[in-house]
């Protein structure tokens, strides 16, 4: 236990410090900034935002994209953003960005679908109900007997079957089931009851339909209908009870070569030198799609027009820093952008991305989280929102618990006047984050995100599980971030490096659990993390460069206090990136290792499962472990310090996992062996 007495000294120093700033609402702000920022977020205009964007059908190069595209490009024309412009890159199953091959764009017209007898009548159509029609399917117009595959991914499914002609049901993942079913076996196409994401809710809501996928690169797709749980039972009893039943189905609905539509726009900083800030969203997907992400690309569109607003009227002075705005196609839109804009990339410092932010918790069911940037590349950003998101909790409690004066409390009348629901936690996967902050671009990127969601991916994701309070004060976070990383001036930046540094403080005191070498890594890690963050501090206001080196001395000492022997037997073999490689090994529905290793890419789940199948990975928290562990091999660390710095900054694995996984990417030609 040598590292204790050290901690408590450095922790008496830090809470006098902050307990001074404290006479301000945010310690590194004089109240006017929190206020003029306050003054102009309207929660009402953003869920308004939300109903517009949710009345289009938002699919990867698709006419709704494109309209979806059109339609906020004239909204921050009108707001005062003069250089918002739609960028466009083609998505073609051809054309590559590094590693990642595009996929096609889908054009869907109409569809339905219609029991022909016994029992006629319209089961369901397309566009009434969006999500009727999986994505990607194709022209047909057929009439044909129903047969119960079960899941319908296995061949086994359909022993003692004859499918072909005929219409399948099945559950089984799509794509799975279009080969087996339709393309191997000759089926007209199918119906899908293909279930959603986990939660503690799963089942309740039989009626639910899902958002289904076809995969994006099979250009022979046939067609697939989503059936909710209690319509698919429905057809399996009858089917089970030896009815016939006879579909007549119509699709109009073609897979074309398009282009991933990317909305830019900028607040123009004064010193063009100094690095930009980036606020990003996904602009798709299904409609409605309300939370998943009409509210991500609604909140960011709301910090623009703010921000824009406030230096228009003066109350905000010009920023600093540039601030860009990117509205994408998920992933594969952040991986064309910035794989065609290294000019952009070099200039990015940080920022914030928003995937699901609007969710009105009772309703959903969730809670508000704000991921840090990843461990692998600490960032002040991550400082900076604590304080933030702890003054907006703060303020929405306060008013929820005593009422009063409901613009105090942030609150968006007639919207919800409850406490805001929110943590910070580490990174989680899942949206153009991990693009953003991948080694090879290399941005620092905090994560808001609202989880679980029980509408995720149905029909049922509307606007009316939205809520203008949750809005608002997720826009005010993500201007207030915004405005303190573009626009902090260097005179109150050491009270930011005092902050920063009194939350980096409590957690090396809380890290080490014990002497053993993993206690040891835990505190040098937080130590190795405190470093990183306030170096980040230096390289955005080098007036506190002095200030941050002195520090920076007294944590190199600490750490080296604390750091283990390297273990016996390590493996010391050095993994090196393939060059071609920028970017995330999974680009949406492209699986670099499996396409490396000669598997078809059929879609996220399947593919993942199929190429990505090891110890590491499979883990609870595989896909962040392995996302890490790539993004830290930078050409100089060994396995075994790779390892070191995951179960210091994560869990402690075991060095064999992460050497298999390196052994999958050498297989795959993702790394070599130095
Ligand atoms: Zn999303």
Known sequence: MRLRPILLIAGLAAPSLVRTAQTRTIPFWPDEVPAAIRAEIDGNATLETVRELSRFHR????????????????????????????????????????????????????ASLEEVSPQPGLVESFP????????????????????????????????????????????????????????????????????????????????????????????????A?????????????????????????????????????????????????????????????????????ASGSAAIFEVARALRAAIARKTLPAPRRTIRFLWLPEIAGSEAYLVRHPEVVKRLAAGIHMDMVGGLLAT???????????????????????????????????????????????????????????????????????????????????????????????????????????????AYLGAGIAWTLAALPDAEAPRLLRTARAQCEARVSMAQADDSRDGLLAAHEAIETERETLRSIATMWPATSSAVAREDERLEQMASLVRPPAAPGADARVPVRNP???????????????????????????????????????RPEGGVLSYEAFNLADGARTVAQIRDVLAGRYEPVPVEEVGEYFDLLARARAITWK
């Open 364 to 474: 959903t069911k969730g809670t508000f989280h704000v991921s840090r940037a990843a461990g692998s590349r600490p960032h002040v950003a991550s400082e900076i929102a604590a304080v933030w998101l702890e003054h907006v909790v703060d303020a929405s409690r306060r008013y929820a618990e005593r009422g009063g004066d409901p613009y105090a409390g942030l609150v968006w009348l007639p919207g919800s006047r409850e406490p805001l629901l929110a943590d910070m936690r580490a990174l989680e996967m899942g949206s153009d984050h991990e693009v953003f902050e991948e080694a090879s671009f290399g941005v620092p990127i905090v994560y808001f995100h609202d989880w679980p969601d029980v509408t995720i991916h149905t029909n049922k994701d509307q606007p009316e599980n939205l809520d203008a309070t949750k809005l608002g004060r997720v």
């Open 128 to 223: 009434e109900l969006p999500v009727a029609l999986a994505d990607y399917s194709q022209d047909a117009d057929a009439t044909a007997e129903l047969v119960d595959a079960g899941a319908g991914t296995n061949p086994k499914s359909y022993e003692g079957k004859n499918v072909a002609g005929k219409i399948v049901l099945a559950d089984g993942d799509l794509p799975s089931v279009m080969r087996l079913a339709c393309k191997e076996r000759g089926a007209a196409g199918f119906l899908s009851d293909f279930p959603n994401q986990t939660t503690a809710w799963s089942g309740d809501d039989r009626d639910l339909v899902r958002w289904g996928h076809l995969s994006p690169y099979a250009l022979d797709n046939k067609f």
């Open 580 to 618: 071609e490689i920028r970017g995330p090994l999974s680009v949406y529905y492209f699986d670099y290792v499996a396409d490396a290793l000669g598997r078809t890419a059929t879609g996220p789940t399947a593919s993942a499962g199929a190429s990505l199948d090891t110890r590491l990975t499979n």
């Open 225 to 293: 209908f989503m059936l909710s749980r209690r319509q698919a039972a429905r057809y399996r009893e009858r089917l089970a009870a030896g009815e016939k039943i006879v579909f007549h189905a119509r699709v109009a609905a073609k897979m074309v070569p398009a282009t991933y539509d990317v909305v830019v726009a900028t607040i123009p900083g004064s010193d063009a030198a100094a690095g930009e800030i980036v606020l990003t969203a996904h602009l798709c997907h299904e409609s409605a799609g309300a939370n998943d992400n």
């Open 59 to 110: 699919v990867h190069g698709s006419p709704g994209f494109a309209a979806a595209a059109e339609h906020m490009k004239k909204k921050l024309l009108a707001a005062g953003l003069a250089d918002a412009a739609v960028e466009h890159f083609p998505a073609d199953g051809k054309t590559k960005y590094a590693h990642f091959v595009s996929y096609s764009g889908w054009n869907p017209v109409t």
